[in-house]
């Protein structure tokens, strides 16, 4: 048995320096979020912010994964609000999922926060600011973190060569992205919203993505709760608090001042390393049948891996806490 133990630990000591930073190396973030459905997402950008104002990353975007028109000025507002009004905001392919929390708390956010001027704006469309952004980007230097459907990214692979960029969106990818970070699936196999909402499109990114991919499952962030500093705030010019304040009390039939941290965790992992936080398992085969159903084939190398706990849930709720309660630098 011992032997056995040595012989998984160096096993995980490999695959997890594929996930570590190079020393020096800066990520260039694309967040693509559905950040309406829930709103883990406002911890998850807030997370985003607060790691890009440490110098740790470069937000080069941001992109709604869901076809409704209060998403991408939801996420503009939180840009403006963290002091990067110029990061520019995609709007989600028109066959994305449509719909947001029965709550509605975009609607009512940009309600209450009309000062940042972000609703009548118009946003590019998803695959068009995709192209331009890793057009213009250094080769394998970009790490796009997904936290919602894959229809953005189903949209690029397939997109042809245009004004942009003389590559296809598959060329592109393999030249200009470094890792893809997901939010998606459960391990070793489940159904998980973020794929069952939209599997076709799941489908097709991961049996094509032509580099690697790492996984943050449902099962990660189901026991990670976060949140309650923010849901007891009482800062009236704070959008993150608000969020949180808000959600806490009309989310769901009952009131809670947490809430499950599943994209907080797969923004940590794009930025700082993997291994630091969790176990690195790999590689292996994601699949994804039509309804949405996953399973993990440890058998076949497909350059994808996933994440497991390392640590106990609180010693990470304590540092995505910290984190999400950052406030704005001046720029």
Known sequence: MRFLTHILVFF?????????????????????????PDYDDVGAIALLHALADSGECEILACVSSVN????????????????????????????????????S????????????????KVYPAATDLYRKILENAADQSVTIVTVGFLSNLDALLKSSRDKYSKLTGKELVQKKVKNLICMAGAFPSGSEFNINKEPLSAQYVFNNWPGKILFSGFEIGKDIHTGSG???????????????????????????????????TAVLVAVRPADRYFYVLGPGHFLVDGKGRNTWNPDVNKNHYFIAHKYPTQNIEQLLDSLMEHKPVEK
């Not at 000591?13 to 309406?36: E, H, N, R």
């Not at 975009?106 to 009309?114: D, Q």
């Open 105 to 120: 708390w975009n609607v009512h956010l940009l309600n209450e926060f009309p000062s940042f001027k972000v609703k009548d």
């Open 12 to 36: 995980i000591s490999i695959t997890t320096s594929l996930f570590a930073q190079q020393k020096g190396y800066i990520p260039q973030i694309i967040f693509d979020t559905d950040m309406g």
């Open 68 to 103: 409704h028109p209060v998403i991408a000025p939801t996420i503009d507002l939180f840009n403006h609000y963290f002091n990067r009004p110029q990061i520019p905001v995609g709007e989600a392919v028109k066959y994305a999922p449509d719909f947001l929390a029965k709550n």
């Open 230 to 264: 923010l849901s007891n705030s009482e800062d009236p010019f704070n959008p993150v608090a608000w969020s949180y304040r808000y959600n806490s009390k009309t989310y769901k039939d009952f009131e809670s001042k947490t809430r499950q941290s599943w994209d907080q």
